[in-house]
């Protein structure tokens, strides 16, 4: 009796119609834009002159309130609009493995909630605050599925290689996910 062989497994492990798990989420290596705050600060002063013209759907100028200065603060940040919402999220810590950093943004709006926000369609006010956790999901949802043409340039600066929506969405699962989350409430004002 002859002995028919196969290439294919029997353990079950592989299979062969199914995508492979995707890759931990990674940085571009050596970006030192992204790997310090004083590179994000860099990056934001580069993007805020044209951010504050005609944002890029998606994105827009985060204007807070000094804490200690009492002087108005820009942020560039990707920030989506859904209703009288902005949904905006502090990246987490660039690489420190420090989950106690905190950008002075984020210090301003702890201690002045009112802010203004620059994005297509004009300039608002509202106020800004920490998520909520029944309101982590629905935020979640808007924030990691909305993608816009900016998002591929974005992706391509943090994640190098060629940018897809599936890449831009992981990214944003991410930056949400690792990150400080908040909702700027434009009806509040």
Request: aromatic share 8%; glycine share 10%.
């Amino acid at each position: 009796m002859t002995e028919i062989t196969s290439s294919h497994s029997d353990s079950g492990d592989e299979r062969p119609d199914e995508a492979p798990a995707p890759a931990p989420y990674s940085e571009r290596p050596r970006n030192a834009f992204v790997r310090s705050a004083a590179g994000g600060r860099v990056l934001s002063a580069l993007m805020l002159p044209d951010f504050m013209l005609v944002p890029p759907r998606g994105f827009g100028v985060l204007t807070t309130t000094g804490r200690k200065t009492g002087k108005p603060r820009r942020k560039c940040v990707r920030g989506i609009h859904i209703g009288e919402k902005v949904y905006v999220v502090m990246l987490g810590p660039p690489l420190t493995g420090n989950p106690n950093v905190v950008a002075g943004w984020l210090w301003n709006i702890r201690a002045d909630p009112n802010v203004t926000v620059r994005i297509r369609g004009g300039m608002f006010k509202g106020v800004a605050r920490e998520l909520k956790p029944h309101e982590a999901e629905q935020a979640r949802e808007a924030y990691c599925d909305a993608v816009h043409a900016f998002d591929y340039a974005m992706c391509l600066f943090h994640r190098g290689g060629r940018p897809t929506r599936a890449k831009i969405q992981e990214m944003t699962r991410h930056w949400f996910d690792t990150g400080t989350p908040l909702v700027v409430d434009l009806a509040a004002v």
